[in-house]
């Protein structure tokens, strides 16, 4: 195949289109009138069940995600040595980028978690301000004594603590939609079968972090924009090449 024709193989309506399947949903879950943490909720049992999607982009789940992606991308468009390492190495500047961004925002905007202001609207935790000017692993000690407290399952206690950080952005939803725009478009491109999957498994990442406390809507809905735009950048980029 020529490298015009790999440069037309994805339109502008295609990308549109994906990208939309994407944005849309997260977009209208911002617009309800309603507030996705739901204390009542945290000992469900089919809560575990997020948490488990969201750990498909946690370490180390996310190197397995990946991992499983390129060699099943890979297989679907049959690709060469240098296809195939060109697809990994923009990969992982993709999500190495991502981090980066996301580290540097957070540290910009310093919005706290929805979790830790019903923590501290329950008097479980000080003052967001005084918690938040603590040590990491004071805050993770003040979380565990909370979710003592209130009897939380294991893995959510453990998950909270491990996430005493700042909420804006949302780096698990920065992943997953980069994952998700970067080998959606490929495959859209190349090889189309199976590729609305992508989108599903992302979009429930975002509702998982909204869920379990971690992220307001506003948080998740500006991940994926910029979890989107950079995937496609990368994605063309491959795209040109291969």
């Keep these: 195949m020529s490298p015009q024709l790999h440069v037309t193989a994805l339109t502008r309506r295609q990308v549109a289109g994906f990208s939309a399947l994407l944005i849309l949903p997260l ?3 911002v617009c309800l009138p309603w507030q996705p943490f739901v204390p009542a909720w945290l000992h469900e049992d089919w809560l575990w069940w997020l948490y488990a999607l969201t750990r498909t982009v946690d370490l180390p789940g996310i190197a397995v995600t990946g991992t499983v992606l390129l060699l099943l991308t890979r297989h679907k468009l049959k690709l060469d040595h240098a296809a195939f390492v060109a697809l990994a190495g923009a990969l992982f500047a993709l999500l190495a980028c991502d981090w980066l961004l996301k580290s540097l925002i957070k540290q910009l905007t310093e919005e706290p978690r929805p979790y830790l202001l019903w923590l501290e609207s329950q008097s479980l935790i000080p003052a967001i301000k005084t918690f938040y000017a603590s040590a990491t692993e004071l805050r993770s000690e003040q979380v565990h004594a909370a979710s003592q407290l209130l009897a939380l399952p294991d893995w959510l206690g453990h998950h909270w603590q491990a996430e005493v950080n700042y909420a804006f952005p949302s780096g698990h939803s920065i992943a997953a939609i980069a994952l998700a725009q970067f080998f959606g478009l ?12 992508l989108p599903l498994w992302a979009l429930g990442i975002g509702l998982s972090r909204m869920l379990l406390g971690m992220h307001w809507p506003i948080d998740v809905l500006a991940s994926a924009l910029l979890g989107a735009f950079t995937a496609l950048i990368a994605a063309r980029w491959w795209l040109r090449r291969y």
């Design 186 to 197: 490929i495959w859209l491109a190349r090889a189309p079968g199976g590729f609305w999957l």
């Design 27 to 29: 977009l209208l879950l």
